[in-house]
């Protein structure tokens, strides 16, 4: 009740700010009074709710209306639109002012595209079968090592998977999460490195044994897994959006939207 | 043999005749037409190209050098995923194909069921995509609850490309068959040989033969196929491609990936074409 | 050795009667030459004695034995019976000598060592030791149907068909292959051949019939045939090639 009551607040506020008028996106945007926000096809739970980003529902949903609002849009002022993983980072003019669907920002990645400052850190999860947890695997390195990998290929799942767990056998990786999905449940893998939020959804939802096995902290990675927005190399709404990151990190509302969308990840067993 | 000699015109290159001076001339002509124009389309990509607007990113995304550098040496190294998934398909398709092809041929009534089979094995595979055979079997037959290894995605994979490719093969091969004329069949049987046999040492060393080129270019495609498996798990030269591009943010190493399968399914191609303008000379 | 008696053979092809009650006895060690206009049956008929085309009407015995019983397994049939075609039908994948090999070691399952000697042999005694080895694009058209004849005496028939063997060589090559077919009549082989050599026929026949529409118009010893001959359209076949 009391989250609720402050990221109304927020949101109050952000609104009297845009009123004031004269605000940092003036001109900056793709069109006119109108911030054009991508996610993904389909865009998955929990980051949206039900693929319908308008909805506000969802932590992506959420967050991209909270920064919408902070720089200064009306809601009615959003406008979405969709894109997949490579249309967002091929070269030329892009069709959204920025892109959100779980990107994590890398060094390379920011030779190519802008990101915003990070709006999620991500714990990487380790889901698996009731079968092979007890068949012994546990949540140690050790344990870890000796099952068969796979992962989503486009995700930073990958090199984490070779710099931290090293697995003795190469990993499969497959072309989205449906596929890994259908690889545990063929038996093919035995588990699958993936952000926490969608290691949660995956388990519970869309496997009928799934168990989530452990996780890795992201502030106990050297390198954590951080979600940022994707723009444009260049683009000069960064500053705004930034800034508009860092004010909604700063009065608490970023943590106010995760506690609403993303609570179940505690009690999840940390993976040393 | 000596018919080439008295043709060739190096035998008689003292005293040309008129015709021969003429032909020189109008080949000399048309080559350098040819050199000309292919030159000029160079120039014009070579410059064109660049003033685009976006040219800059596009070569910052698709022929980044540190990029290439980087990941090449990578996946040169999936690539041999590729051609070790080739190696094991290509004769087992060759097999079934073969098998399918003499089931289609299969004559006598009791073989009527195998025809029928034969038909229909063909109809099939050839009318549904790679792709989807690769997922249907890939994640569907270990989904039964084999045990490992034989739920292996290179196992059902390998076995999703060779039903498909064998389906084509069957087709060539039987093709080939049938272009055989009928009075080597005559032949082998006015000596006694029976059906099986006729087939064995008469019908098919010659069949297979003549569909050398044809089966060339499937084997060519199954080699490009082969890059499919990938989307049931194994990290061959085109998933392994696909990693880079996301860690990178960068499409070069789909480029670096293009590069390695030209490599092998160029010469490949430019063989069977050889070979097939071969047995045309030969035929006419 | 071995007879061969046809009566009332009858084939057709759809609607096309080809040959129509033939009646045809070849003796022991004969020599019978079919002769007639092209299309008028001899081949067909040919075709039907080793049992390539099977017969509508009629029965073919060899040595007395009904062959022509529809359902009988014709290979123990054509391993007896051989022929040669027109157009030679080597198997050109094939050496000459594998050519030979190939139905008695397939059929009778003997080794090649134990067949060389034999098949030698025969190469030698038709002048083509010295292309044993080669395959029959490498050979002229008389060395072909001399192969050919060679690969269809290797199954040691009791009766040898030959379709026109000549007809499709150059002039100047007819001459070593009739030398073949002179060298079996010495040797008493029982032959049919359809041909155009009339000169061949009358040298060396037994018999001759002439074949008109799919029927034996009239048949004779060469010399009775050749200088006097009954019909009208024989006479006048024979005014036309002769």
Redesign the interface.
């Known amino acids: 009740m009391k989250l609720t009551m402050t990221s109304s607040l927020a949101l109050l506020m952000s609104a009297g700010m845009a009123l004031a008028g004269g605000h940092c996106a003036a001109g900056k945007t793709l069109n006119d009074d109108v911030l054009t926000i991508a996610t993904g096809n389909p865009a998955y739970y929990p980051w949206v709710m039900d693929d319908a980003p308008e909805s506000k529902a969802g932590f992506e949903a959420a967050v991209a209306y909270a920064v919408a609002n902070r720089m200064g849009f009306e809601d009615a002022q959003v406008a979405w639109v969709r894109s997949s993983f490579d249309q967002a980072i091929q070269p030329g003019a892009k069709d959204f002012d920025f892109n959100l669907q779980q990107f994590s920002i890398t060094p390379e990645r920011e030779e190519i595209v802008d990101f915003s400052a990070p709006y999620y850190s991500a714990a990487m999860a380790v889901v698996t079968r009731q079968p092979v947890v007890d068949g012994g695997a546990e949540a140690t390195l050790a344990s870890l090592k000796g099952l068969l990998w796979g992962a989503h290929a486009s995700t930073t799942a990958v090199p984490m998977l070779a710099e931290i767990v090293q697995p003795d056998r190469d990993p499969l990786l497959y072309g989205d999460n449906a596929d890994v999905v259908e690889a545990m449940k063929a038996n093919q893998i035995d588990a699958a490195l993936m952000d926490l939020p969608t290691a949660l959804f995956t388990a519970a939802v869309l496997m009928d044994d799934g168990v989530v096995l452990g996780q890795f902290p992201p502030e106990r990675s050297e390198n954590p897994d951080q979600f940022g927005l994707l723009m444009e190399e260049g683009n000069p709404l960064k500053e705004c959006v930034d800034a508009a990151i860092a004010d909604l990190a700063a009065d608490g509302t970023l943590a106010a939207i995760e506690a609403e969308w993303l609570a179940e990840a505690t009690g999840v067993p940390v993976i040393d | 043999m000596t018919q080439t000699e008295i043709d060739s015109p190096d035998a008689k290159r003292p005293g040309l005749t008129r015709r021969q001076i003429y032909e020189a001339q109008v080949r000399r002509r048309s080559m350098a037409i040819a050199a000309g124009s292919t030159a000029a389309v160079l120039l014009a990509l070579v410059v064109l190209i660049p003033l685009a607007p976006g040219w800059e990113g596009v070569k910052k995304s698709f022929f980044n050098a540190d990029v290439f550098a980087r990941t090449f040496p990578g996946l040169l190294e999936a690539f041999l995923l590729d051609v070790a998934i080739f190696a094991w398909s290509a004769p087992l398709i060759f097999l079934l194909g073969l098998c399918i092809a003499l089931c289609r041929d299969a004559r006598s009534p009791a073989l009527y069921p195998l025809r029928l089979f034969g038909t229909l094995y063909t109809d099939i595979f050839r009318g549904v995509p790679v792709i989807l055979v690769i997922y249907l079997i890939g994640f569907g037959i270990p989904g039964l609850g084999l045990p490992r290894p034989w739920n292996s995605p290179y196992i059902w994979g390998t076995v999703a490309l060779v039903l498909t490719y064998a389906a084509y093969v069957a087709e060539v091969l039987r093709s080939g068959i049938e272009s055989i004329h009928h009075s080597q069949r005559a032949a082998a049987a006015s000596l006694g040989l029976g059906h099986s046999d006729t087939m064995r040492f008469v019908i098919l060393p010659q069949a297979i033969r003549r569909v050398v080129p044809a089966n060339m270019n499937l084997f060519v495609a199954l080699q490009k196929d082969v890059a499919l498996l990938s989307f049931i798990g194994p990290v061959e030269i085109f998933r392994q491609a696909g990693v880079y591009k996301s860690l990178l943010a960068n499409f070069t190493p789909y480029v670096g990936a293009a590069l390695i399968f030209l490599a092998v399914t160029v010469p490949a191609t430019r063989y069977a074409d050889y070979l097939m303008n071969k047995q045309a000379r030969a035929r006419s | 050795m071995a007879t061969l008696d046809l009566k009332g053979v009858t084939k057709s092809f759809g609607r096309n009667t080809v040959c129509s009650g033939i009646d045809l006895t070849v003796g022991d060690g004969e020599m019978v030459c079919l002769i007639g206009a092209s299309g008028s049956g001899k081949s067909t008929l040919l075709r039907c004695m080793?049992l390539?085309e099977p017969i509508d009407d009629g029965v073919i015995l060899l040595d007395g034995v009904d062959i022509s019983v529809p359902g009988l397994d014709?290979?123990?049939v054509?391993?007896r019976i051989?022929?040669v075609?027109q157009?030679f039908?080597?198997?050109?994948?094939m050496t000459a000598v594998e050519n030979a090999m190939?139905?008695p070691r397939?059929?009778h399952k003997l080794t090649r060592e134990a067949l060389l000697p034999e098949i030698t042999h025969l190469f030698e005694r038709f002048g083509l030791a010295d292309r044993m080895d080669h395959y029959p694009d490498q050979l002229s058209g008389g060395q072909q149907q001399r192969v050919a004849i060679v690969?269809?005496l290797a199954?040691k028939p009791e009766i040898m068909l030959f379709d026109e063997i000549t007809s499709a060589l150059d002039p100047e090559l007819v001459g070593e292959v009739l030398d073949v077919l002179r060298h079996l009549r010495r040797a008493g082989m029982t032959m049919v051949l359809a041909t155009h050599e009339m000169g061949f026929a009358r040298e060396l026949a037994d018999k001759v019939c002439f074949l008109d529409k799919g029927v034996i118009l009239e048949e004779g010893p060469p010399e009775k045939l050749f200088t006097d001959p009954k019909e009208d359209r024989t006479r006048a076949f024979l005014a036309r090639v002769l």
Request: proline share 13%; aromatic share 8%; glycine share 4%.
């Open positions: 080793n390539l014709p290979q123990p054509r391993q051989g022929i075609f157009s039908n080597l198997f050109p994948h190939l139905a397939r059929v690969r269809a199954m």
